[in-house]
């Protein structure tokens, strides 16, 4: 509301979607994010059902309103997406995700009603409840304590030169969070800065209005906006990668922003 294009001109904009997963998903090959973002299958639900031991229901799409869960919501209870559980499945999974422990998501399940046997027993089920994610955070820490370095897919470095290199004590838990975020937070970065070089050599009539993490936005007169030059940035923008062996095409919600005289 305070910075808005100029009269006669607009923003070509977009933001790249769950960016972080989708670079946890190629790093550590894990099926149930490949499966998320491929099937559109609800993650949090799955992530509940594997903390507290509950069977899958039948739709991993639309657990909480398909009928044919019924049985499955009035088997464990569960009335809606916002039921305190999955709330804290959501959470904790973050958390841990983002190099945590989970503590934080577990103090605020007990404040909302869960008891803290069926949370502490929740959280030891999460930490192998996505395999392939538990042995990749294995693999990282291992990475760090051996070489004190942590890399994203270009290669550009992270260095822990407080960790004494080959040591037999653990990794501390802070060095972990650290190298466990980067790959993803510094992948993203790789991807904005790459893209900006890119705009710049095919598009230099466009000017960089600013870079949030995983939002760009681009300023343009607007009688030069026509329907290829839109495509070609949204090409740019979805520009696949190679990560740890695997393609990814980053998906993006697309937008003009025109200034508020024009709406």
């Known amino acids: 509301d305070i ?38 299958i609800d993650l949090h639900t799955w992530t509940m059902c594997k903390m507290f031991g509950y069977q899958l229901p039948p739709n991993l799409k639309d657990p909480f309103k398909d009928p044919a869960c019924e049985s ?17 499945s959501k959470s904790a999974r973050f958390e841990v995700n983002y190099g945590g422990t989970g503590s934080v998501a577990a103090s605020k399940a007990i404040r909302m009603g869960l008891s803290k046997h069926e949370v502490q027993l929740a959280m030891n089920n999460l930490l192998t409840a996505d395999i ?25 470095p992270r260095r822990f030169l407080s960790v004494s290199q080959g040591s037999s004590t653990a990794v501390p838990p802070k060095v972990v969070r650290e190298a466990l975020d980067y790959k993803m937070q510094a992948g993203v970065s790789d991807v904005a800065n790459l893209t900006v070089i890119e705009m710049d050599k095919r598009y230099p009539q466009l000017g960089l209005v600013w870079t949030m993490h995983d939002a760009q936005y681009y300023r343009v007169p607007t009688v030069h906006v026509t329907d290829e030059l839109i495509e070609g940035v949204k090409n740019i923008a979805k520009t696949p990668y190679i990560i740890e062996s695997r393609e990814k095409r980053f998906p993006i919600d697309f937008d003009i922003v025109h200034p508020p005289e024009v709406s």
């Open 3 to 40: 910075i808005i294009p100029d009269i006669g001109e607009c923003w070509l904009h977009w933001d790249w979607k769950w960016m972080e997963l989708h670079f946890l998903e190629m790093h550590s090959g894990s099926r149930i994010l490949q499966q998320a973002h491929n099937d559109g």
């Open 72 to 88: 499955w919501r009035d088997r464990y209870s569960l009335r809606s997406s916002s039921d305190p559980r999955r709330i804290f």
């Open 132 to 156: 392939d994610y538990y042995r990749w955070r294995q693999a990282t820490e291992r990475e760090v304590k051996a070489t004190r370095i942590i890399r994203t897919f270009t290669g550009r």
